[in-house]
C-alpha cells in the first residue's frame, strides 16, 4: 500500500490523481491533502478518502471544514491551516509519495519539503523547478528523493529515456545514453491559426478554452501565449540535465504524440496517447509498473492527421523569453515566473490585454535578468520584488 498526501487536491491535476486512486482502493491511501479555499470540494474528498490530515491555506476556510466535518462525525480529520503547514504534510513520515499539484510559485517550498525529505515526489508543479532551477535538483541529489514528471510532455520524454536515465533525474548525461535531441511538442493553444492583431481582443474565456486538453485557469493562458511551453522548456532543462541547444520546440496541433527523445542512431522514440493527464500521474504513481489509468486507448484508425510545424515566435513572444532566460541563468528564470503570474492573474481580472503579458514579463526580465540567485532564500526575496515591480506595472503603466 503507497501511502500518499496530495498538495493541491481540489485542482485539475489533484481530481485526475483521485481519479486514478479511485480505481486503486488496494494500491493506494491518502493520508493528507490541501488546497486553498475550496472548501465544498475538499469536503466530499474527506468524505471518499478519510485523510488522515488536511490543509486549507485559507484559515477561514480552514475552519469552515473542521466544523463541516464535525457535523458528519469526521472529526478525527485533523484540519490545519497556513503555508507552513503544507511544509509538514508534505514531509511526513507517515506519507511515501507526493504529489505536487500545487499551481505557482506557492507550491515552492512544499515541493522541495517533500524532496529534503526523500519522497517519491510527483512534480506537476513546474514553476517550483523553473523559480529555483539547479538549487532544487541538488536537494533531489542530496535526498535521493524519487523524482517522477507529471507534466505530460516531461512524462513522455521520460518514458522514452533509457533505464540508467530514469534513475537519475536531474544530473544524467543523456549525451552518454545516445540521445542527441529532445523533441518537446505543443498544440500551439486556442490561437494557433489567429492573425497577430486579432491577439489583442482575447477574452480570459477564449484563452481558458484550450482545444485538447482541460486544465486550470492559470496554465490555460499559459498554454495559449506558449509560457507554458517555455516554462517546459526551462523544466525539460533541469529534469534531464540539458543544454538548451538539445531542446527543440515542435508544434503538433493535436496533441497525441506528447513529446519525442531522438537518438544519435536516427532513432525516435515518442509517446502517444489521448490528451488526458489521467495517463502520465498513472505511470509515475505505480512506476516501474502499470496500472490502468481510466483513459481510453488511443484509436488509430479514426485518429486526425499528425501535423507538425516550426514555431512562430512572433506570434508567441512569451516562448521565445522563456528559451532567453532559460540561456541567461537563473535570476531571468524566476524574474519571468514571477511576473507572469503577476501578469496572468491580471489578465484573468480583465485589468490588462492578453498581449500585455508578454510586455509585463519581458519589462521585468530586464530589469532583474542579471540577479544572482543561489538560496531558496534568495530566490524566495527575488521572487518577492518581481511581483511588486510586474504589479506596478499594471497598476501604474506609465512606467512601462
Ligand atoms: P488548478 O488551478 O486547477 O489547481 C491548483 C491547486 O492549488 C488547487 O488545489 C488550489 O486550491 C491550490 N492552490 C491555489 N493557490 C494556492 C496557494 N496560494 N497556496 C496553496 N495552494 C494553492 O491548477 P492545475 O491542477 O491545472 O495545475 C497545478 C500544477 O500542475 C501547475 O503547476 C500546472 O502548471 C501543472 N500542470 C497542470 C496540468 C493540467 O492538465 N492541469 C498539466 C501539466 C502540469 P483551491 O482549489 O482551493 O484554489
Ligand atoms: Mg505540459
Given at each position: 500500500m503507497q501511502t500518499l498526501c496530495i498538495l493541491g487536491s481540489t485542482g485539475s491535476i489533484g481530481r485526475s490523481t483521485l481519479d486514478v486512486v479511485r480505481l486503486h482502493p488496494e494500491k493506494f491511501n491518502v493520508v493528507s491533502l490541501s488546497a486553498h479555499s475550496s472548501v465544498d470540494l475538499m469536503f466530499e474528498q474527506c468524505i471518499e478518502f478519510k485523510p488522515q490530515k488536511v490543509v486549507m491555506v485559507s484559515k477561514q476556510h480552514a475552519e469552515i471544514l473542521a466544523d463541516k466535518l464535525k457535523r458528519v462525525n469526521l472529526s478525527e480529520i485533523i484540519v490545519t491551516s497556513g503555508i507552513l503547514e503544507l511544509e509538514l504534510i508534505a514531509q511526513d513520515s507517515a506519507t511515501d509519495t507526493v504529489m505536487a499539484a500545487i499551481v505557482g510559485a506557492s507550491g515552492l517550498l512544499s515541493t522541495l519539503a517533500a524532496v529534503k525529505a526523500g519522497k517519491k515526489v510527483l512534480l506537476a508543479n513546474k514553476e517550483a523547478l523553473v523559480t529555483s532551477g539547479a538549487i532544487f535538483i541538488e536537494a533531489v541529489k542530496q535526498s535521493g528523493a524519487q523524482l517522477l514528471p507529471i507534466d505530460s510532455e516531461h512524462n513522455a520524454i521520460f518514458q522514452c529515456l533509457p533505464l540508467n536515465a530514469q534513475q537519475q533525474p536531474g544530473y544524467c548525461d543523456l549525451s552518454h545514453e545516445g540521445v542527441s535531441k529532445v523533441l518537446l511538442t505543443g498544440s500551439g493553444g486556442p490561437f494557433r491559426t489567429w492573425a497577430l492583431n486579432e491577439l489583442e481582443t482575447v477574452t480570459p474565456a477564449q484563452a481558458c478554452a484550450h482545444p485538447n486538453w482541460d486544465m486550470g485557469r492559470k496554465i490555460s493562458v499559459d498554454s495559449a501565449t506558449m509560457m507554458n511551453k517555455g516554462l517546459e522548456f526551462i523544466e525539460a532543462k533541469w529534469l534531464f540535465n540539458l543544454?538548451?541547444?538539445?531542446i527543440q520546440v515542435v508544434l503538433h496541433?493535436?496533441?497525441?504524440?506528447h513529446s519525442m527523445v531522438q537518438y544519435k542512431d536516427g532513432s525516435v522514440l515518442a509517446q502517444m496517447g489521448n490528451p488526458d493527464m489521467r495517463t502520465p500521474i498513472a505511470h509515475a504513481l505505480s512506476f516501474p509498473q502499470r496500472i490502468e489509468s481510466g483513459v481510453e486507448p488511443f484509436d488509430f484508425f479514426n485518429a486526425k492527421s499528425f501535423e507538425f510545424e516550426a514555431v512562430d515566435f512572433i506570434k508567441y513572444p512569451n516562448l521565445k523569453l522563456a528559451i532567453d532566460a532559460c540561456k541567461s541563468g537563473q535570476g531571468a528564470c524566476t524574474a519571468l515566473n514571477a511576473a507572469n503570474e503577476i501578469a496572468v492573474d491580471a489578465f484573468l481580472n480583465e485589468?490588462?490585454?492578453?498581449?500585455?503579458i508578454a510586455k509585463i514579463n519581458e519589462t521585468s526580465v530586464k530589469k532583474f535578468v542579471s540577479e544572482k540567485v543561489t538560496s531558496i532564500e534568495e530566490v524566495v526575496a527575488l521572487d518577492r520584488s518581481v511581483r511588486v515591480f510586474a504589479q506596478s506595472l499594471i497598476t501604474e503603466p506609465e512606467h512601462k
Open positions: 543544454e538548451p541547444e538539445d496541433p493535436q496533441s497525441t504524440i485589468k490588462i490585454k492578453f498581449t500585455d
